[in-house]
C-alpha cells in the first residue's frame, strides 16, 4: 500500500470509487502537510467529493467557508480494510489535542 500523488481536493473525480482511506491538508512550498485523516468503506471518492462541497468533517468544512477551496489537497491510499488502517494511522500521528499531525480529527477510532 503506497499513497497517491497529492492532488487538489476540487479534483476529486482523481480519486477510485472503491474503498481506502485519504488524507485532507495544505500543500506550500512543495510539502504536503495532512490535517485530517478518513477511510471510506466504498468509495474513496464519494468520500472526498462530500469533502469538497463542505458535507464532510466540520474543519474541513469551516476551512473551506474561510479559504479558496483550491487551497486544500488530498491523497489517498487504497486499502482491504479502510478502518483498521485508519485507526492505525491514527494511533501512530495522533489527533490534534494530543499535539498530533491530524488537527482537524476529533476522535480516535477503533480497529476491528
Known amino acids: 500500500m ?3 500523488n497529492v492532488f487538489s481536493l476540487a479534483n ?3 480519486a ?3 474503498g481506502g482511506v485519504y488524507e485532507i491538508g495544505t500543500f506550500r512550498k512543495g510539502v504536503f502537510q495532512p490535517e485530517y485523516v478518513g477511510k471510506a468503506d466504498k468509495s474513496i471518492h464519494s468520500r ?3 469533502h469538497a462541497n463542505g458535507r464532510g468533517n466540520q474543519s474541513v468544512r469551516e476551512y473551506l467557508d474561510i479559504h479558496q477551496r483550491s487551497h486544500l489537497y488530498a491523497r489517498f ?3 482491504a480494510d479502510p478502518q483498521t488502517t485508519e485507526a492505525n494511522l491514527l494511533d501512530k500521528f495522533g ?4 499535539g498530533g499531525s491530524y488537527t482537524y480529527n476529533r476522535r480516535y477510532e477503533r480497529k476491528q
Open 12 to 14: 476529486f473525480d482523481f
Open 77 to 79: 491510499m487504497r486499502a
Open 95 to 98: 489527533i490534534g489535542r494530543d
Open 2 to 4: 503506497r499513497w497517491s
Open 16 to 18: 477510485p470509487s472503491e
Open 48 to 50: 472526498l467529493e462530500a
